[in-house]
């Protein structure tokens, strides 16, 4: 009887020790899923136990624990253990949601009470799981709630199956792409290579059905769907921007610029002004959201000199810096003011250098008069008689030498310039 009542006492002790022991640790028990999944391929699920002190740092427990697993209506494919894990593999030939429990003793110990519990939900689906990947090899921007791509470059677009337990490794796959501009495609690999030209915003679907044999002769089979969509924007990358104005101006005058961006919009736009060319970036920036591609620039300098304006252009899927040069020059001293004096100067004198030479042209014009030739001198000193043509003697002014009454009469009938020979002499005014 003693020996019975000393082994009964030792017992209590140990159970009390275990008792006090358990309470000044914490136990937790982490699971884990590997959910969703399609009917017919296995779920895997882990539990892992943490103990943690009264300062709920993790302590490293040597003490071997027992799972336990609740987990119908899924049927239990498989099942390891050790000290402080388990690991459990299920199948589902149904779509839903399923719970699974879990519950540790420490092992040996079955009259103990449990010294943690956790429940975790997985999902089982009919339909194909995976996801989009879209790649722009030049201008890559992949974002997980929306792909921005720039036109005029190759987008790589692949479909990445999600099946963990190698469920559908011998299944057939086919691919339908639709690229939401009209353009459709069949292909029997997981990805693409596509060119959008024109900006704007496109629904992009894809459907992927696979077929596996449903048993071992092959007669069978059993066909699984996917359906995959992504809402692709496409933009203009920021190529360029041209400047509309003149960079020479006054100082103390405000002057204005028109700032054209090669780019769909939205854009931001910085600018900097400064003595050196650095880069627009900084608290010093003046940054502008635009939703067009156009923004006018109006500033006034204060002061004469070479100045540096730097732009920064950015969009969702690219980014361009940009430097211009601009030259103050003082109000006071403008070269335009002398240029045009001067020009009105000139122009006058050409023009009445012009008119002097043309009128002096008209004044000098020389026209040619026929003078008659009178020889009213004596006889004597007339040159020597000349014979005419019809043997006449004649003298230099081809005058005949009749009688005085007959030289009045003839005066009288006949015009004094008209005569049988050329005259003598011919002046020119």
């Not at 975790?120 to 974002?143: A, C, P, R, V, Y």
């Not at 099946?163 to 011998?170: G, Q, V």
């Not at 008209?362 to 003078?371: C, K, L, M």
């Amino acid at each position: 009887m003693a020996n019975e009542f000393r082994t009964t006492i030792l017992c209590f002790a140990v159970l009390a020790f275990v008792s006090y022991a358990d309470t000044e640790m914490k136990h937790v028990i982490e699971i884990h899923a590997n959910d969703p999944i399609t009917t017919g391929a296995e779920a895997t699920v882990t539990a892992i136990v943490r103990v943690f002190g009264d300062s709920s740092a993790y302590k490293q427990d040597h003490r071997t624990y027992h799972f336990h697993w609740i987990h119908t209506p899924l049927v239990l494919t498989a099942e390891y253990e050790n000290a402080s894990s388990s690991e459990i593999k299920v199948l589902g030939k149904s779509p839903g949601n399923y719970s699974i429990s879990v519950w540790v003793t420490r092992t040996g110990c079955h009259s103990c009470p449990p010294v943690a519990k956790n429940t975790t939900q997985i999902q089982i689906t009919d339909s194909l799981l995976g996801e989009l990947k879209i790649i722009q090899t030049e201008k890559n921007i992949f974002k997980q709630h929306g792909f921005h791509l720039a036109t005029g470059e190759l987008i790589q677009i692949a479909f990445i199956l999600y099946d963990p337990s190698s469920y559908l490794k011998s299944a057939s796959f086919s691919y339908a792409w639709n690229f939401g501009d009209g353009y459709q495609l069949i292909t029997g690999e997981p990805s693409v290579r596509y060119n959008y030209s024109t900006p704007g915003s496109y629904a992009f679907d894809l459907t992927v059905v696979a077929e596996l044999a449903a048993s071992r002769h092959g007669k069978h089979f059993v066909q699984k769907i996917g359906c995959f969509s992504a809402d692709l924007q496409l933009l203009d990358p920021v190529t360029g921007i041209q400047v509309k104005g003149s960079t020479k101006i006054l100082a103390r005058e405000t002057f204005s610029l028109l700032f054209h961006v090669i780019g769909s919009p939205p854009l931001s736009l910085c600018w900097l002004l400064k003595l050196e060319c650095v880069p627009a970036e900084g608290d010093d920036c003046h940054l502008l959201a635009l939703n067009a591609t156009d923004y006018t620039l109006s500033y006034k300098f204060n002061s004469e000199g070479e100045y540096c304006l730097s732009m920064r252009a950015q969009n969702d899927i690219s980014v361009l810096q940009t430097y211009y040069n601009i030259t103050v020059q003082s109000a006071a001293v403008h070269p335009t003011f002398f240029i045009l004096p001067c020009a009105v100067v000139i122009l006058v004198i050409l023009c009445f250098i012009g008119f002097m030479m043309f009128s002096g042209s008209q004044r000098h014009h020389r026209f040619p008069v026929e003078v008659a030739d009178f020889d009213f001198s004596p006889s004597s000193e007339k040159n020597p008689s000349l014979k005419g043509p019809c043997g006449i003697e004649m003298s230099n002014s081809c005058v005949l030498q009749p009688s005085e009454g007959d030289q009045q009469k003839t005066r009288e009938k006949s015009p004094l310039l008209k005569s049988l020979c050329k005259p003598g002499r011919s002046y020119v005014l």
